[in-house]
T-cell receptor, first 111, second 115 residues
């Protein structure tokens, strides 16, 4: 069964501090991993995906198959990073299956 | 073009009544999802439509919940005999193609309140 776990409901840091939002997954095959973000009063939107190995708004995430993790990191948090972050996994044959989300982590960046 | 559109944006209903929530996906998107977002529960998968394949209904919490997608486009989520625990934001999302890295495009959601 697919499962995504985000152990922290709330992460509060000061501006300029490093940020790491944790995500662990459970899936027997090779999953596709994503991070989605929801800013205040905005729609949920894609932040980044593991296969692209990209950095978006200074955020990066590395897929660690040994630890079944896909933590989201940013070296210096900004106030505008405050939002709800969801880790998501897609499995299934040919990765055509449903997208399952974790419970979300609220990131609060204080001035 | 326009993004994913959901209606109504807010719905207040009495316990025991039926409700219908509508989703208009982005034109040409073959995949359509329904999720429920509530405090403490995160984003809960409900149902997934992919092209002409049978929908994945594995996330529907009870037989009071059902959804259909007509003509591969508009979808309706129906909740019968609503209960207070059904109160949540119901989100619809669509994506362009089957699997791969197609990102989901979300609507603004319908906030359902059952009194």
């Amino acid at each position: 069964a697919q499962r995504v776990t985000q152990p922290e409901k709330l992460l509060s840091v000061f501006k300029g501090a490093p940020v790491e939002l944790k995500c662990n997954y459970s899936y027997s095959g090779s999953p596709e991993l994503f991070w989605y973000v929801q800013y205040s009063r905005q729609r949920l939107q894609l932040l980044l995906r593991h296969i692209s190995r990209e950095s978006i708004k200074g955020f990066t995430a590395d897929l660690n198959k040994g630890e079944t993790s896909f933590h989201l990191k940013k070296p210096f948090a900004q106030e505008e990073d405050s939002a709800m972050y969801y880790c998501a996994l897609r499995g299934g044959s040919g990765n055509t299956g449903k997208l399952i989300f974790g419970q979300g982590t609220t990131l609060q960046v204080k001035p | 073009g326009a993004g994913v559109s959901q209606s109504p944006s807010n719905k207040v209903t009495e316990k025991g009544k039926d409700v219908e929530l509508r989703c208009d996906p982005i034109s040409g998107h073959t995949a359509l999802y329904w999720y429920r977002q509530s405090l403490g529960q995160g984003l809960e998968f409900l149902i997934y439509f992919q092209g002409n394949s049978a929908p994945d209904k594995s996330g529907l919490p009870s037989d009071r919940f059902s959804a259909e997608r007509t003509g591969g486009s508009v979808s309706t989520l129906t909740i019968q005999r609503t209960q207070q625990e059904d109160s949540a934001v119901y989100l619809c999302a669509s994506s362009q193609r089957q699997g791969g890295n197609s990102p989901l495009h979300f609507g603004n959601g319908t906030r359902l309140t059952v009194t």
